[in-house]
């Protein structure tokens, strides 16, 4: 399978002396990582995918004090790190779930700073072959972390290879054909699995059970937010006022990487426009450019609203017909915009497809008659 296959075992320094390995099997990936960076694969909108990613690795927080918000979940991994520390073991498997850019990978990068532990970063389309995952099992150290994002594309096969290592530290392997069958029991160093998913119900049963620790990541309020833009800009060196990062964080749709995106669009208007510093009125007029409105939604958002509205009467709509509609991929839809349209009450999922609300057809400027009231379950 895949002859393009790729694997790439880059280790890359980190200040604090540990490593962090790449694993991928993706060409753009792999001169990413001839870059010294640590990145992974990425699967979301196109200029995501476009977007600087040794941008994003500068500027990823390192440390719980530099992560900001997610305060619940810091708690209770705070807590379990001292407890895996005192014990002398290493950490349960964790699996954090949630739609992408709200710092998946972050968190794993500083868990394993904060226990002192290298970790090895992969994606599950990267492991397709049992030997692919065998292959990195079997170079895991004792107490190491693997990451793996989108663990829930893993198949059924790898699936099985990782649940004796998750649970005994073994993998069960067979050589020979016929009657010369031979099953062997091959140790693997006591290891923590970090899983990281968009569609935690996407996730086998089984899978899902060998996790100690399951988290879901919440999108973050305007002030978190205002926060990341800050910790940003001082990265970067750019003068922002209070003001302008509030701007830029109440359109960043709850996601610390579309705030990262957005402060250096922002910061490129800023320059060429006017003397480099961003004020709310530059922000404003970056972001209207960008055609990012006040709630943070996109052309993309509006077209898929407006696309349910005028063609399928408010919904329901099943996703493979609005995508085919857009000339979007169904997942993009999936993992980048509905999540935040349904967050922002604009967009319900039923059974029979998607379905919008009256507030977004209030929102984009329609009328909300009887009937439409009726449609929408309102009396
Ligand atoms: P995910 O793995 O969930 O897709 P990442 O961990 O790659 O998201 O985060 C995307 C970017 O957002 C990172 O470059 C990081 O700098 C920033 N980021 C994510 N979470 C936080 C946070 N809690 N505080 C500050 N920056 C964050």
Redesign the pocket.
Known sequence: MGGRFYQAYNLTSRNDGAQMAIISDDDEFKNICSEKCVE?S?DTKPEAIAYDKSF??N???KTFD?????SGLKETLQISIEAAKRRELPLDHLL?Y??????????AGVISTQMDVPIKITSAPALERPRDIIGILMSLKGGEILFI?EIHRLNKVAEEILYPAMEDFFLDMTTGKGQSVKTLRIPVPKFTLIG?TTKAGALSGPLRDRFGIIHR?EF?STEELTQ?VK??ASILELEITEKGAYAIARRSRGT??IA?RLVKRVSDYALVKHDGAITEEIANKALDILKIDDSGLDNTDRCLLRLIIEKYDGGPVGIETLAAALGEDVRTIEDVCEPYLMQAGFLQRTPRGRKVSPEALRYLGYKVDTAQKSLFGEE
């Open positions: 992974k990425l994003e690795n500027i990823r927080p530099s992560y900001i918000g997610q954090f949630g739609p992408p850019g709200l710092g998946k990978t972050t968190l994002d990281a990541l973050y990341v910790r940003t610390p990487r990262n």
